[in-house]
């Protein structure tokens, strides 16, 4: 990612050399708009200073037409309720409805002798014209969502310095017919864009399908030649280690350089990276652009980078400018580089490929995402914190969906700082594109499997984004497309020419479930399956090597539902029997937001049931924990055996869907993200309870030993029984088997279920991993759950930074486990939930005589906010924080 250079390093380079005013600046506010259909004038006349907007609303750049007529309450919120089903759609309305201007009055300072300002747009959907000062500067309209534009606008800029810029932005054509397919008829395919918008089975339609400005709008000064895609490369031979000394890594950096002027440039195009310093000489030919490669930099003893779990995520900034005549810089960018090489391997055993980063492989832990904001409302801050949850639930791999978008810059710049490596998929679905004869969609499946309707758009806006993300370490794969491989042109371009050209060190997977992937033996997709499953089978049977997508469930509990479910709907879905052709019956609203509840209530039950929709909610939770826990256990339990990682479908919704979710839209949790936080834990004692084996898995590069495995049963009442305890050792990144128990498990659970404690510990009795499972009776029931007897914790919260705050729950000696405690900040007034919270970890159990102690991040403003903690058998406590 590219940044502006900080105030700092300027006044350096100034004592260094004269320097051109380099100076970006974002447009970000200030904008006006109206719809098209309301004015006659065209864009010479709208974008001179002089003509009066009267009548013009306020604009929200970087949005939508759609966040922009919800800021100005145009229409209601479209993600609460039923709102989404009362604002026009597009393909009812026809595109003119959504067809609108954009304006923006600014200042600019006088140019100096061969200064160039540029103006940089980096994502209108669909098309759009450009006009500066009563001059139209873009020669074609532009089309495509994933093309950035880049506009020298040097001569069109107001002697006067007051200049008035206005973009006509028109939607995608077609639109797509949202008629309940996924992407709709799939006609939404036919362009260069989000195939989402016309509607999937975890959200309904985009009501505009997102034309706007939708990305940065920027506009850079520079001198004569503007320095522009720099690449960087970094090399690391042989297996290393984190940590210690490391051998040399070698550094591969390149850059264009732009001379719009009538005269040859000469200077030298030179970086620092670490106090090391390389330069080239080089003249750029007037009016061209070239790529300028520089001398391999070996950087010795060099700060790895890690995917999460396995190590640190250092980052080196590498600073870079071009320098004319020994004097001058026309241009800077700084690169935040991190020192690693990504490299895949076929597995034979497990017959899928593995993924091996600075010579260790990994054990990938995916999960599949979407897109941050369905109306693509970003932020640095959103992005920041949705990875943060991805780095706390133990993953370390990220796939970005092929109905989506290549991810911007800002979310890569999170997956970089967390350790998250991407595999990043092109913009084709198995759904849109043909894969499967479907009769929703409005062309057979051959017309289909040609979309987009440009196939040379597609190649550029390719190769135009792989220059806007490739240098960042978390990248570590390219995807064709979901469930299916571009259109063979499109396909040959990338795989031959593109990611060859532009990368060159990324594997490049033809489509997501490809055998090249993961080799498909039990027919199908090659993915799957979707919905609950038994917990049982995630350990018991042997599913795609590398899958690609499992797994979809994640009701949020009564707080997260109530968001955007009105309260009049806010009541459980009913079950009708095992008999019935439709197993559940759910309101409206709910069936609007995707719930399907396949399966749920089939695991609810054996909780009792739900007695009122927050008792729907809060089963639901230990339906979730468990579902995410096993589903990683039990794929972590055949490591390098069965599988070579999995990718969960999904960890997070766009919008407040009920399928597939880790958190909710609005950045809460619910017990799915601790679930798979515990069974994706890098270190890790786990009991299977197909064949009751206590086993540990050993997610790290390095033998760990002088552990010992403490294995004890609760009962109900809280009584602890010493199942054994044993001094163990495990070698790096692997599952072992330790000892079976099944049938202590089976005497003491069969009356009334039982908890089933597992821990490691070190040489000083510190816990370093720790796992609680509660156990069904002999029927499969929860019946000692159903009659537990309450306790009451103790509760103790201090602050421990103005970001930070503690809080230790305490259980009595002689109590009974304090079961499954939800803790949350609370605003004091409204005792609403603040958002986004972080914690060490959540829905804890503490069991009795022990204390258990989560630290929570948040960001502060307004007043100290409480603490609060409820659980199966604990009330409902709110209380204070104390001042450090």
């Known amino acids: ?213 939708w990305d940065k709008v920027v506009l850079e000064r520079t001198g004569a030649i503007n320095l522009k895609n720099p690449h960087v490369v970094t090399r690391v031979p042989g297996v290393r280690l984190p940590g210690g000394g490391q051998a040399p890594a070698m550094v591969q950096v390149s850059a264009e350089l732009e001379n719009p002027t009538a005269k040859a440039i000469a200077g030298a195009l030179q970086y620092t990276l670490d106090g090391h310093t390389v330069s080239q000489s080089v003249s ?27 190590g640190a995520q250092p980052l080196y900034q590498l600073k870079m400018q071009f320098v004319i005549g020994s004097k001058t810089v026309s241009d800077a960018e700084t690169v935040e580089v991190g020192v690693r090489e990504i490299q895949t391997q076929w597995n034979a055993k497990t017959q899928s490929r593995q993924v091996l980063v600075n010579g260790q492989k990994v054990f990938i832990k995916g999960g599949n995402w979407i897109i941050s904001d369905a109306m693509l409302r970003f932020t640095d801050a959103r992005y920041d914190a949705e990875i943060r949850f991805h780095r706390d639930m133990n993953l370390n791999l990220i796939r970005v969906w092929g109905g989506a978008l290549v991810e911007r810059p800002e979310f890569y710049a999170a997956c970089d700082k967390y350790g998250l490596l991407v595999i990043q998929d092109f913009w084709m679905s198995g759904d849109a594109n043909g894969r499967w004869l479907d009769p929703q969609k409005a062309e057979d499946q051959w017309t289909r499997r040609q979309y987009p309707d440009d196939h040379r758009l597609f190649i550029n806006s390719a190769a135009d984004q792989v220059k806007m993300v490739r240098n960042h370490a978390s990248l570590a794969m390219w995807c064709g497309g979901n469930e299916i491989t571009p259109p063979r042109d499109i396909l040959t371009a990338l795989a031959d020419s593109i990611l060859p050209r532009l990368d060159g060190t990324r594997w490049f997977i033809p489509y997501s479930n490809s055998d090249s992937l993961s080799y498909n033996r039990l027919g199908g997709n090659g993915d799957g399956p979707y919905g609950i499953q038994d917990p049982r089978s995630f350990w018991a049977v042997r599913t795609f090597p590398f899958n690609s997508e499992v797994g979809s469930v994640g009701v949020g509990d009564y707080e997260s539902l109530e968001r955007f479910i009105p309260k009049a709907n806010l009541m459980a879905p009913q079950y009708l029997g095992p008999a019935s052709k439709n197993a559940e019956k759910a309101d409206s609203v709910w069936t609007y937001h995707t719930y399907t509840g396949v399966g749920y209530n089939q695991y609810l039950l054996p909780y009792g049931a739900p007695t009122s929709v927050r008792d729907f909610a809060l089963k639901a939770q230990l339906v979730n924990y468990n579902q995410y826990r096993a589903l990683m256990e039990g794929f972590s339990a055949h490591m390098w055996e069965w599988y070579t990682g999995t990718i969960i ?29 515990s069974g994706s834990a890098p270190l890790h004692p786990m009991y299977n309870p197909v064949d009751s084996m206590v086993m540990i898995v050993n997610n790290s590069f390095a033998v760990q030993r002088d552990l010992m495995l403490v294995v004890d049963a609760y009962d109900l009442a809280g009584k602890k029984t010493n199942i054994t305890q044993v001094i163990v050792e495990i070698n790096p990144s692997m599952a072992k088997n330790y000892l079976p128990i099944g049938a202590v498990v089976r005497q003491m659970a069969k009356q009334k279920g039982m908890f089933l404690s597992l821990q490691l510990q070190d040489l000083n009795k510190k816990v370093v991993s720790h796992n609680f499972y509660w156990l069904s009776d002999a029927k499969g029931e929860f019946s000692g759950l ?39 900040l609370v605003n004091p007034s409204t005792q609403q939930r603040l958002l986004p919270v972080f914690y060490s970890d959540n829905y804890v159990s503490v069991l009795p005589g022990e204390s258990t102690t989560v630290v929570m991040d948040y960001t502060p403003g307004g007043p100290m906010p409480l603490v609060s903690v409820e659980g199966w058998n604990v009330e409902r406590q709110l209380l204070p924080v104390a001042a450090n």
């Open 649 to 677: 479908w999904k960890t997070q919704n766009p919008w407040t869907s009920m399928r597939g979710q880790m958190y909710d839209y609005y950045l809460d949790p619910n017990a799915c993200l601790y679930g798979l936080r």
């Open 284 to 310: 750029i030919p007037a009016q061209s652009t070239q790529v300028v490669s520089l001398k391999d930099l070996r950087l010795p003893n060099p700060k790895l980078w890690w995917p999460n779990g396995y």
């Open 1 to 213: 990612m590219t940044y502006r250079l900080p105030l700092c390093l300027l006044l350096l380079l100034v004592l260094r050399f004269p320097l051109w005013a380099q100076i970006q600046r974002e447009f970000n506010t200030g904008w006006q708009c109206l719809p098209a259909a309301k004015t006659r004038a065209d864009g010479l006349a709208l974008s001179r200073p002089s003509y009066v907007l009267a009548g013009w609303a306020p604009a929200v750049v970087p949005g939508t037409v759609l966040a922009t007529q919800l800021a100005n309450k145009q229409v209601p919120d479209p993600f609460y309720g039923m709102n989404n089903k009362h604002i026009p759609d597009i393909y009812t309305t026809g595109r003119d409805y959504y067809t609108y201007w954009f304006v923006k009055d600014f200042t600019e300072a006088p140019v100096a002798a061969k200064e160039q300002i540029w103006l940089h747009l980096r994502g209108v959907n669909y098309s759009c014209d450009v006009f500066l000062n009563g001059q139209k500067i873009n020669k074609l309209t532009h089309h495509g969502m994933f093309l950035r534009q880049e506009y020298n606008v040097t001569p069109y800029l107001a002697r006067d310095n007051q200049n008035r810029l206005a973009i006509i932005v028109y939607p995608a054509d077609p639109v797509g017919n949202p008629n309940g397919g996924q992407g709709g008829d799939g006609r939404i395919a036919k362009s260069v864009a989000t195939q989402y918008t016309a509607g999937w089975d975890w959200i309904q339609p985009i009501r505009d399908r997102n034309t706007g400005i």
């Open 786 to 824: 159903k009659t537990m007897a309450k306790t009451t914790v103790k509760i103790a919260a201090k602050q421990l930074a103005k970001d930070k705050i503690s809080v230790t729950l305490t259980n009595p000696a002689n109590a009974p486990v304090a079961f499954f405690n939800r803790l949350a």
